[in-house]
């Protein structure tokens, strides 16, 4: 079992940063990829960011250049750094957490873009 905990988000002026952190706990031995995700209204759930237990990240198109995740392994946390940020980035953003034979889910925090 591996279980999340997302913090940081709120309101933010669009141009504005914020910067997301999850916790990780558990089996995090068995953690094989960690991701950021995002759902806003309406819409399905969308990879944002991901980064391997190698270290090698991926980025959502509309994300790159702004959005940076990183991993701080002895604070079992993942990082979602946002800068310039659009309202079409208003969500609620989801931890993931990818093992050799499930994932698990954080229970998510709202990001809010708006003047």
């Known amino acids: 079992q591996v279980q999340l905990v997302e913090s940081g988000g709120g309101l933010v002026q669009p141009g504005g940063s914020l910067r997301l952190s999850c916790v990780f706990s558990?089996?995090?031995?068995?953690?094989?990829?960690l991701g950021w995700y995002r759902q806003a209204p309406g819409s399905e759930r969308e990879l944002v960011a991901a980064i391997t237990k190698g270290g090698r990240v991926n980025y959502a198109d509309s994300v790159k250049g702004r959005f940076t995740i990183s991993r701080d392994n002895a604070k079992n946390t993942v990082y979602l750094q946002m800068n310039s940020l659009k309202p079409e980035d208003a969500a609620v953003y989801y931890c993931?957490?990818?093992?050799?034979?499930?994932?698990?889910w954080g229970q998510g925090t709202q990001v809010t873009v708006s003047s």
């Open positions: 993931k957490a990818d093992t050799y034979v499930t994932y698990y």
């Open positions: 558990g089996s995090i031995f068995s953690i094989n990829a």
